[in-house]
T-cell receptor, first 115, second 111 residues
Framework: GAGVSQSPSNKVTEKGKDVELRCDPI?????LYWYRQSLGQGLEFLIY????????KSGLPSDRFSAERTGGSVSTLTIQRTQQEDSAVYLC?????????????FGPGTRLTVT | RKEVEQDPGPFNVPEGATVAFNCTYS??????FFWYRQDCRKEPKLLMS???SGNEDGRFTAQLNRASQYISLLIRDSKLSDSATYLC????????????FGQGTELSVKP
């Protein structure tokens, strides 16, 4: 079946501009996660959506970052006034059973470059 | 102390070798454990979940020691295609679906 998809695959933007990154989770998966991975670094948790519950935003690095998930499916991560340190790969994952085994499946990521 | 710690490697081994990766975690309330594989410039892919009794999937064997908060991955008869970074992943115990990823152990299998 279809996996997690993300768009765009690459985004180059100028410092100070806003960007929107999109994630389509696996159909039927109730949980959706955003991570980012800087070059040569590990995964950094950003935000987690589970069903209709309030999202866990504890990983968002600043108030320039926000995310929403509409209709319990597609999610958009927005970065306002981008800075060079925002350059990274932004990965989305979804999970069928977050309260149980919570096996997460990742999309291919969006590579963001802020110039 | 990091919540999930791994030896970063790199591990350089010849084809056919057996290689073992270790990982320790700090949260004793963690209940779910995984090994993911990440190829260069690709997303992480789930390799296997780790169960309390230990589990095997072909050439891969995972072990969990809850008392020591230690997880291992053994790869037998390594192939060139096993070259990747292996991520130890643990759920955040009482924080529901949050997973904590280790920094990864790099494996390079040479002919």
């Amino acid at each position: 079946g279809a996996g997690v998809s993300q768009s765009p695959s690459n985004k180059v933007t100028e410092k100070g501009k806003d960007v929107e990154l999109r994630c389509d989770p696996i159909s039927g998966h109730t949980a959706l996660y955003w991570y980012r991975q800087s070059l040569g670094q590990g995964l950094e948790f950003l935000i987690y959506f589970q069903g209709n519950s309030a999202p866990d935003k504890s990983g968002l690095p600043s108030d320039r970052f926000s995310a929403e998930r509409t209709g319990g499916s597609v999610s958009t991560l927005t970065i306002q006034r981008t800075q060079q340190e925002d350059s990274a790969v932004y990965l989305c994952a979804s999970s069928l059973d977050p309260g149980g085994r919570n096996e997460q499946y990742f999309g291919p990521g969006t590579r963001l470059t802020v110039t | 102390r990091k919540e999930v710690e791994q030896d970063p490697g790199p591990f350089n081994v010849p084809e056919g070798a057996t290689v073992a990766f270790n990982c320790t975690y700090s949260n004793s309330a963690s209940q779910s454990f995984f090994w993911y594989r990440q190829d260069c410039r690709k997303e992480p892919k789930l390799l296997m979940s780790v169960y309390s009794s230990g589990n095997e999937d072909g050439r891969f064997t995972a072990q969990l020691n809850r008392a020591s908060q230690y997880i291992s991955l053994l790869i037998r008869d390594s192939k060139l295609s096993d070259s990747a970074t292996y991520l130890c992943v643990v759920n955040k115990g009482n924080q529901g679906g949050k997973l904590i990823f280790g920094q990864g152990t790099e494996l390079s299998v040479k002919p």
